[in-house]
């Protein structure tokens, strides 16, 4: 294993992390509906596999917040299909976990981790703030004592019945389980506050006693295989296991990759996207085969494992291990565990992955990034994780191109139809007065895309009527198909006017898309083309009885 050289650090940064993953691991466990052992089983099979094959060395990965949302609805959808209980429709479920790991695998060997940097900010603030609120708003009833509805609309709807059912012994404790998190770093940060509140309020709800939900019986030993649920799915999930599994492995994959930047900015190294993927991938394929929960890098861990020393891959081995140690033997223990106190530490968990600083800005940043930030939260919480993204992404994408369009249309603007006396690159007295009455000269400045295409040709059909127009297109790097007809359009209607086009400044991406579609040489001779604007200005003063009969 390259990077994995073994120091003191990552000992200590591997037990730290493994102490830190156990409350998160039984909480997540608890809110997908399969139960505080997958949240371990997920823990220790992701976080293993993942340290040993991923491309972030210093990554610690498990049950994250955002995958267990998304694995919570999953799991609540099979299980009302099929009327029955969870241990009904494991088959699918273990099948979909897996497929999300095998379609991990997949977006690494395509390299397609690189493309995580194309998400706008915004998308990704909103997406993740969308999480937090997501986390927090499904464990309140579970805070309170009382079983949580399987959706966010559903908790809002809901709350008032609630309100008169509280078991105020819950809510106690999980309140005092906040307490304690927050207040706890103040005196020593040596000992993980989620840890002591864990130990503290469940050994007060042992001391006293009372009538709160607990976690239950855990699976004590190394768990067994699951694959031969698989055989028995019923084919109406089959379309429905596709469509969670990509929902998983895409997630799971912004999720991780996220994670790897943050590292990166505190380790001062570089990750390694896909190779991080493929690590994800098969740790989450092999969690899945085990019945354990999916998971991605986790960003409190990782920062856990880093700030404790952990550099290299050793430390995340190490955090699974102490895991399986505690599995193997911590069983009975963890089943005294109230729900409220796992709600209590769900309910930090959400705090910190609002994204803060972007709420706190959102009237001073751009009102367009503002507007797709609320939206794709809103869509988040209330509707869908992957349609949040995607309609983040598409809205961002048509408001980026119509800021582009409006910058070129300004630019263009400025020194766009310009007559000869009032271009500058050559002197007047050395350019007939003829030449310079009968001649336009159009700038183009950016790329010429779909956004500004349909203004272009609008502007060049009100040209007046003149023997020739200059195209400088030396500020014009990208052409596409909409850019490419709409300069055909734009030349065919001045070729119906007599109008001859000179084209000066062709950038190589250009001029290849306008042979490839004959526009060079049908359209626009060869002796039209231009590398400089000074050489067609020459031209026409050289041949002034042959260009401007």
Known sequence: MKNSRF???????GITAGIVALPLALAFGVQSGLGAAAGLYGAIFLGFFAAIFGGTPSQISGPTGPMTVVTASTVAVFVSLNGGDVSSVMGAIVAC??????????????????LIKYI?????????????VIIILLQLYKAAGLPSPATTIDVVKEIGPALQKINLWALLYSVLTVLIIYSFPRFTRKIPSTLIALLAVTGVSILLGKNVPLIGDIPTGFPGLRIGDVFSIDPKFYMLILEAGATLAALGAIDSLLTSVIADNVTKTKHKSNRELIGQGIGNAVSGMFGGLPGAGA???????????????????????????ILLGAGKYAAMIPQSVLAGILITVGIGILDYKSLKHINKVP???????????????FFDLLLAVGIGMVMAAILFMKQMSDLAEERSRISDLMSMKDEMSWPDEKVPAYIQDNVIIKHLDGPLFFGFASGFVDKIARLPDIKFVI??????????QSGLYALEEAILSLEQRHIQVMITGLQTQPEDRLRRIRIIPDLIPENNLFRRFNEAIKWLVDNKEVALV
């Open 97 to 114: 976990f897996a497929l999300a790991g095998v379609l991990q695998i997949i977006m690494g060997v395509l390299k397609i981790g690189s």
């Open 471 to 480: 195209i400088r297109m030396e500020k014009v790097p990208f052409i596409d």
């Open 7 to 13: 120091t003191k650090g990552d000992l200590f940064g």
């Open 120 to 132: 706008p900010y915004p998308v990704i603030s909103g997406f993740m703030s969308g999480i937090g």
């Open 299 to 325: 960003t409190m861990r990782t920062l856990v494992n880093v700030r404790s020393g952990g550099r290299n891959r050793i430390s995340g081995v190490i955090h699974s291990l102490i895991l399986l140690i």
């Open 367 to 381: 009102r367009t990034d503002a507007v797709i930030m609320i939206i794709v939260l809103l869509v988040t919480v």
